[in-house]
């Protein structure tokens, strides 16, 4: 596997001193990382000076970012030197914290909002998510699972794709509906991050 199989490389020409490599963060792993490079797969660790308070949270690693690494190859290891600039990043407000927001998925071509027409469906917690996506950079889409079960999904997808002007899909792995549609929102390279939601006040 190369590193183009995890999306089209925006760094191809970035100048790279010896022992230095081009690499995406596929994983986080607690304090930790894996990361793809062209030889393969390593663990990451952070380096210090980016561990710094001073450093704003939003600029460090997380997953889906291209970073520079200074690679340890026969221990199969890296250390995570610096986060090249992004085409997106999806956020979302700190747990407990009135203002501090945490990164959560950087570079994502798509952002899919996965949920189910069911009782508990709530459209300002989806048009909440939506505002999210959209502010990150990246491009947004609807899915409405178990169609199959739940009629109304199509009609709801439809009205929601007109008034929202984003694709709405009513989806079943039982009978296969609206997966063709699915296949055709992202193209080759694209990084697609989905977002599973009941969409209910609870959550």
Not at 41 to 69: H, M, N, T, Y
Not at 114 to 139: I, P
Request: with cysteine; glycine share 6%.
């Amino acid at each position: 596997m190369s590193l183009s199989d995890w999306g089209e490389i925006p760094h191809r020409n970035l100048e790279l001193a010896e022992g230095e490599a081009l690499a995406r963060i596929i994983e986080e792993q607690k304090t930790s990382f894996q990361v793809a490079t062209e030889k393969g797969f390593l663990k990451a660790q952070v380096a210090g000076k980016l561990l710094r308070p001073s450093v704003d949270r939003l600029l460090r690693p997380v997953v889906g970012d291209w970073v520079k690494i200074r690679a340890l190859w026969q221990e199969k290891k890296a250390v995570i030197q610096e986060v090249l600039p992004r085409s997106s990043l999806l956020r979302r407000k700190a747990a407990g914290e009135s203002e501090a927001v945490q990164p959560l998925a950087a570079n994502v071509s798509l952002t899919l909002i996965v949920t189910t027409l069911n009782r508990e469906f709530n459209e300002k917690r989806l048009h909440r998510y939506l505002t999210a996506a959209e502010e990150s950079g990246s491009r947004v889409a609807v899915l409405f699972t178990k169609s199959d079960l739940i009629p109304e999904s199509f009609a709801c997808a439809e009205e929601l794709s007109g008034k929202y002007r984003i694709p709405c899909l009513a989806l079943s792995a039982v009978n296969g509906e609206g997966m063709e549609a699915l296949r055709e929102l992202w193209g080759k390279g694209e990084t697609a991050d989905r977002k599973s939601t009941r969409l209910n006040s609870s959550h």
